[in-house]
């Protein structure tokens, strides 16, 4: 079994190696002004995510209007094919009633021609 011997230079080394660990995890006060500096990162985060939210929110308004307004146009314009339909409609039907008179009063003159 070979175990080292730890020399004084071992020792020395990690008495080194504590103390610098000790004073790097030793309790610090925090420099002046760092609450001041982290509150006002902090601040112009939210207002930073306050304006994206802003706009987003316009983006989505933007959105439903277009829609809105697509949607009324669409309505629009079918209404007056309906109601273009329903006058072709209409004329037609009084074309029919007026050439089913004309017929009509073809026949009663042609009759009376005849007699």
Do not use: Y
């Not at 080394?13 to 002046?32: H, T």
């Not at 933007?62 to 109601?83: D, H, I, Q, T």
């Not at 006058?87 to 021609?113: G, P, Y």
């Amino acid at each position: 079994m070979c175990v080292e011997r730890e020399t004084k230079d071992d020792l020395g080394l990690m008495d080194d190696f504590e103390r610098e660990l000790r004073a790097a995890m030793s309790r610090q006060a925090a420099p002046p002004g760092l609450k001041q500096a982290v509150m006002a990162r902090r601040r112009q985060a939210r207002a930073e995510q306050h304006r994206r939210m802003v706009w987003f929110e316009r983006l989505a308004a933007s959105l439903v209007l277009a829609g809105v307004v697509g949607g009324a146009v669409f309505w629009r314009n079918a209404e007056e094919k309906r109601k273009g339909e329903e006058a072709k409609r209409q004329v037609f039907s009084a074309l029919r009633i007026t050439n089913r008179a004309l017929q009509e009063m073809k026949v009663q003159l042609q009759e009376h021609d005849s007699r």
